[in-house]
């Protein structure tokens, strides 16, 4: 009978589930605080908009950020042999293709659905990386599009985003609401101390969580990537490659990109300069050992 | 794949569908009766996978193969980092390269490699005298033609042709895009 080698991580899946939990609950509770007044309720059409608009033209407002050009298969022959092989193996839609001009080595995938997607290389990953590593990076991905992780990343950014608005802008409506409404009453000035406290709160607890799953959807695209291509070590070496350089570049060509930095290869921080929990990227040794168990996972005899 | 599957992130390969290559005999009947002659070649192509298990593997599906009387199988490596495994039978039987294709990809399915499975080939060769492909898609379960011209092109005129040819035999892929060249393949160059 026929067998898969692919074994899902099952810790990694249970971390997973609690963080998406603890965020689950976390935005619950801010809710219903937010349910008992108006600039809640005002706040929360104008997130959940922008949240929107974010999800809806991933694809396109990504590669525009990084002044991306989409390539037909004429203009990268070789990328798009690779990228159509893939996704033969893997039984998924064709994304367009993009390469970003620029000596940072890096690799995103983005869309709304692997329908709607995009896989966007830099200029400079595809010179410092040979083919196969090269196309390790592409599964990893690819892995992120059948993963639709800017979904599940939007969905779960989005009410931290909620808090984080009410935390810088809420002063202004709360005034507005408080002079405006509850003249007859002095409700309205400690309600909103309340939902301030409360969403700076929240605001820095999802934005802990948020990273958390942010680092875990990382360690599965590269299982998943690892067991499109069915050479971990590829991954791996690429990874040892691009970290190395990404300390080594200047921190002023980095900041210009640190808005997207949930969704590319490697992160575009230098690891020092923030704590591991804050980081969107797993340390390099974690994900050099989750890579290392999928080897040995494929090369099993038997 | 599953909802919970994609918020938990466990996407994983796709299985190969392997008994649809069975088909293959029928559409070769409606096909010779086009002018086409098939060869008695066609070859399974698959991911390599780091480690010695698939290659293993591969040495016991080649051991079976050359068991069977008139077959010989040849390796080969393309530049994609994908193997080749090429049966050829002197007596330019379908049904007999069909049974020996079948026992390369189980065997390679048996050890777990069933996600490494890419595409089978089996190799005609067109009224013109020119080698014309029907490429088996694991993953989807499809058939689509291949008629490589020279210089990397494709007589794309004559795929469609043979596309309703076969279509009642056996299942031709629909997306267009799936229909993926394969340059260089065994038998097709």
């Known amino acids: 009978m026929a067998r898969s080698r692919f074994r899902g991580d099952r810790g990694l899946t249970f971390r997973m589930g609690g963080v998406g939990l603890g965020l689950g609950v976390l935005y619950l509770v801010f809710a219903a605080v937010l349910y008992q007044t108006p600039v809640g309720a005002f706040g929360f059409v104008i997130v959940l908009a922008i949240a929107w608009g974010q999800w809806y033209f991933s694809d396109s407002l990504a590669l525009k950020s990084m002044s991306a050009q989409v390539v037909e298969p004429h203009q990268a022959p070789e990328l798009h042999a690779m990228i159509d092989r893939l996704c033969a193996l893997a039984d998924m839609p064709k994304p367009r293709v993009a390469i970003a001009v620029t000596d940072m080595p890096n690799a995103f995938a ?59 802008y809420g002063m202004y409506f709360g005034g507005m609401f408080s002079g405006g409404r ?40 590269d299982r998943s990537g690892a067991y499109m291509t069915g050479r971990p070590s590829k991954l791996s070496s690429a990874l040892v490659k691009i970290s190395g350089d990404m300390a080594r570049i200047p921190n002023k060509d980095l900041r210009d990109s640190q808005a997207m930095s949930a969704f590319f290869f490697a992160p575009a921080i230098s690891r020092e300069s923030i704590g591991a929990l804050f980081s969107t990227h797993p340390p390099l040794q974690q994900r050099l050992d989750n890579l290392a168990k999928v080897s040995a996972e494929l090369s099993e005899q038997g | 794949m599953g909802f919970f599957d994609s918020i938990l992130g466990r996407s994983k390969p796709p299985e190969a569908d392997l008994d649809v290559l069975f088909a293959v005999p029928q559409a070769v009947i409606s096909m010779q009766m086009e002018g086409f002659t098939p060869t008695g070649s066609g070859s399974v192509c698959f991911r390599d996978v780091e480690g010695q298990a698939d290659d293993t593997a591969m040495a016991d599906a080649e051991k079976i193969i050359s068991s069977s009387p008139g077959s010989t199988v040849t390796r080969s490596d393309d530049r994609f980092g994908f193997h080749w495994l090429t049966v050829t039978r002197t007596d330019a039987d379908v049904s007999g390269l069909v049974t020996d294709l079948h026992a390369a990809n189980s065997s390679l399915a048996d050890a777990g490699f069933s996600s490494a499975l890419l595409c089978s080939t089996v190799v005609f060769t067109t009224p013109a005298g020119k080698p014309f492909g029907l490429v088996y898609l694991y993953k989807r379960g499809t058939f689509y033609p291949f008629a490589p011209d020279t210089g990397e092109r494709r007589d794309n005129s004559l795929e469609l042709q043979v596309r309703g040819v076969v279509s009642a035999d056996v299942p031709i892929e629909p997306d267009l895009t799936k229909w993926l060249a394969i340059w260089g393949a065994p038998g097709l160059a």
């Open chain 1, 182 to 221: 509850d003249r007859n009453n002095n409700n309205g000035g400690p309600a909103f101390i309340v939902v301030f406290l409360v969403s700076l709160l929240v605001y820095a607890v999802s934005f802990v969580l948020i990273r958390g799953l942010s680092r875990y959807r990382e360690l599965s695209a």
């Open chain 1, 110 to 168: 983005t869309g709304r659905t692997p329908n709607h997607s995009a896989v966007c290389v830099t200029t400079g990953i595809m010179q410092r990386l040979d083919a196969d590593e090269l196309e390790g990076v592409l599964a990893h991905e690819l892995s992120h599009v059948a993963n639709r992780d800017v979904t599940v990343m939007t969905v779960a950014s989005s009410i931290g985003l909620l808090a984080g608005f009410i935390t810088r």
